[in-house]
């Protein structure tokens, strides 16, 4: 080969390299949109990936997250949904409650959408079935309600002459109606007086335990909101302070000091969910996905703050418990 001809063959070669470059595949992009704030989903983020990886997606290797926080401000939720569906991203993990799935539906009818949420889907009118969800979205409900209505008749096996039962509610949170609707069907069957205290914001809560000391509640249920979930720390002291027994929805706030938690697990919540994503960057159809229930349920119940409240649980009780910290 002649001299100028390897340099033009040389030359073409070279000038072809960036558009190689160009030409290899962009990775998919995940937008992940949450009630909350990044601080409050660290955790539950990293099972998320677990379940992404799981499906054989790597964050940064293989896939892209897009993260979308609306740090307890529901009203944000619309336009950081929206701006999601501008970047043309593959799929939607709206996470945390019915307002991030529900603001991802009016942003998209064609993105497909993976959410988690407390209460029933279908009557929420995300999906129209639970095993063939139809449309753009489908994902993981917690059953927040059939829960809520579990924590009473526990809170009445641990304290069975309790006369007043307060339950803690967001009434922001639209799950709140259903959810109340089962805690008095579950009262009035066993006989229980309950008392529901409001909360809609972090400072709301300690205006809600002097309510609760005012009228004399003899124990506190939490119901499932992803504000109770981030003020864990806050609901523990103020439960301490005013040596009120507390039932929580999570495991992770009996780790930090309350009695007793009873409900399914956030954390594998989220680690499906990442299945679920990856399952759709797969190819699958949300609409053929069926809504994922949880199967398994945990009762944590934390020895050291029962005798703080020099209360004794019952023997029975203590033999269901899937953990008891001590």
């Known amino acids: 080969m002649k001299r100028r001809q390897f340099i033009t063959l040389l030359g073409g070669a070279a000038a072809a390299w960036p558009l190689a470059a160009r030409a290899q595949p962009r990775l998919p992009v995940i937008g992940f949109l949450a009630i909350s704030s990044r601080d409050t989903y660290g955790y539950l983020v990293d099972k998320f990936r677990q379940g992404l990886s799981e499906s054989g997606y790597v964050e940064g290797r293989s896939v892209a997250i897009e993260y979308r926080w609306a740090n307890n401000r529901i009203d944000r939720l619309p336009a950081l949904a929206a701006d999601l569906v501008a970047r043309q991203v593959a799929v939607i993990a709206a996470v945390g409650g019915l307002a991030s799935p529900r603001a991802a539906k009016a942003a998209t009818t064609t993105i497909p959408?993976?959410?988690?949420?407390?209460?029933?889907?279908?009557?929420?009118?995300?999906?129209?079935?639970?095993?063939?969800?139809?449309?753009?979205?489908?994902?993981?409900?917690?059953?927040?309600?059939?829960?809520?209505?579990?924590?009473?008749?526990?809170?009445?096996?641990?304290?069975?002459?309790?006369?007043?039962?307060?339950?803690?509610?967001?009434?922001?949170?639209?799950?709140n109606d259903d959810d109340l609707k089962y805690v008095q069907e579950a009262a009035r069957v066993v006989g229980q007086r309950i008392l529901v205290l409001e909360a809609s914001t972090g400072p709301d809560l300690p205006a809600a335990f002097v309510t609760?000391?005012?009228?004399?509640?003899?124990?506190?249920?939490?119901?499932?909101?992803?504000?109770?979930?981030?003020?864990?720390?806050?609901?523990?002291?103020?439960?301490?302070?005013?040596?009120?027994?507390?039932?929580?929805f999570q495991r992770e706030a009996v780790e930090g000091g309350a009695l007793m938690s009873y409900g399914a697990s956030v954390s594998d919540m989220y680690r499906q969910i990442g299945v679920y994503v990856g399952r759709v960057l797969n190819g699958a159809k949300p609409a053929?996905?069926?809504?994922?229930?949880?199967?398994?349920?945990?009762?944590?119940?934390?020895?050291?703050?029962?005798?703080?409240?020099d209360l004794t649980i019952p023997p029975t009780l203590l033999a269901r418990a899937d953990e008891v910290i001590e």
């Open 113 to 175: 959408i993976v959410f988690t949420l407390g209460g029933d889907p279908v009557s929420l009118e995300l999906v129209a079935s639970l095993n063939r969800p139809g449309g753009n979205a489908t994902g993981m409900t917690l059953l927040s309600g059939p829960l809520l209505a579990k924590r009473v008749e526990l809170a009445r096996e641990l304290l069975p002459r309790t006369d007043l039962l307060a339950v803690l509610t967001n009434p922001t949170n639209p799950e």
């Open 212 to 248: 609760l000391t005012k009228q004399r509640a003899n124990a506190l249920l939490i119901g499932n909101d992803v504000l109770f979930n981030s003020r864990r720390e806050s609901l523990v002291a103020l439960a301490a302070r005013d040596a009120v027994p507390m039932i929580h």
């Open 288 to 309: 053929d996905l069926p809504v994922i229930q949880p199967s398994m349920f945990e009762l944590t119940i934390n020895l050291k703050t029962a005798k703080a409240l």
